[in-house]
């Protein structure tokens, strides 16, 4: 099992450049989570799809749209890059049944991408 | 969502135990006390969770003070792979962990 995976690693963008972060995962899970961290600074949640064909805006949702192509793929894209989204990406999923784990929510996380936008 | 404090940073010897505090003065009775570690350049791992009661696993134990509002994961013996920054969250399921700026853990040898 490779977990989450992420694609690019790495990534240097010019201001008005658009890209897509492409994440994947292989355990089947339902939940899928974009996630962004800035120097210094915890994550913050950007957009999460609860189920293939849903999404939902998290904390930090402008600048970015998303896509739930099926159930295992998850993509960020930046339609216009902006200095201010210079950061590292993650991705996440997880198998959340809240009911049924005991509260348990473990996300899964995928090695991040770094990202400068010049 | 509740609020959270944790030391900025914290130090401690290899082989010896290591006591992370968390404040949550105010969570709600819904919430449960998750915590995650994230190592120097890599994605969060999950550590462990619970409601009211201490909870071990393999990796950690958690000690949750019996009003609720304070929390304290315990590493029992640490190693140098525990060096990472340990974020303790409150949560009830609705699918937005929030990551504060957790407790950056050094570890000396």
């Known amino acids: 099992n490779a977990g989450v995976t992420q694609t690019p690693k790495f990534q240097v963008l010019k201001t008005g450049q658009s890209m897509t972060l492409q994440c994947a995962q292989d355990?089947?899970?339902?939940?899928m989570y974009w996630y962004r961290q800035d120097p210094g600074m915890g994550l913050r949640l950007i957009y999460y799809?609860?189920?293939?064909?849903?999404?939902d805006k998290g904390e930090v949702p402008n600048g970015y749209n998303v896509s739930r192509l099926n159930k295992r793929e998850f993509s960020l894209r930046l339609e216009s890059a902006a200095p201010s989204q210079t950061s590292v990406y993650f991705c996440?999923?997880?198998?959340?049944?809240?009911?049924?784990?005991?509260?348990?929510?473990?996300?899964?996380f995928g090695p991040g991408t770094r990202l400068t936008v010049t | 969502d509740a609020k959270t404090t944790q030391p900025n940073s914290m130090e401690s010897n290899e082989e010896e135990p290591v006591h992370l505090p968390c404040n949550h003065s105010?969570?709600?009775?819904?919430?449960?006390i998750h915590w995650y570690r994230q190592l120097p350049s890599q994605g969060p791992e999950y550590v462990i969770h619970?409601?009211?009661s201490n909870v071990n696993n393999r990796m950690a134990s958690l000690a949750i003070a019996e009003d609720r509002k304070s929390s304290t994961l315990i590493l029992h013996r640490a190693t140098l792979r525990d060096a990472a920054v340990y974020y303790c969250?409150?949560?009830?399921?609705?699918?937005?962990?929030?990551f504060g700026t957790g407790t950056r853990l050094t570890i000396i040898p």
């Open positions: 105010t969570i709600s009775g819904t919430d449960y």
């Open positions: 355990m089947n899970h339902n939940s």
């Open positions: 619970g409601l009211t």
């Open positions: 969250i409150p949560y009830f399921g609705n699918e937005k962990l929030t």
């Open positions: 996440a999923s997880s198998d959340l049944e809240w009911g049924l784990a005991g509260g348990r929510d473990e996300q899964y």
């Open positions: 799809s609860a189920s293939e064909g849903t999404t």
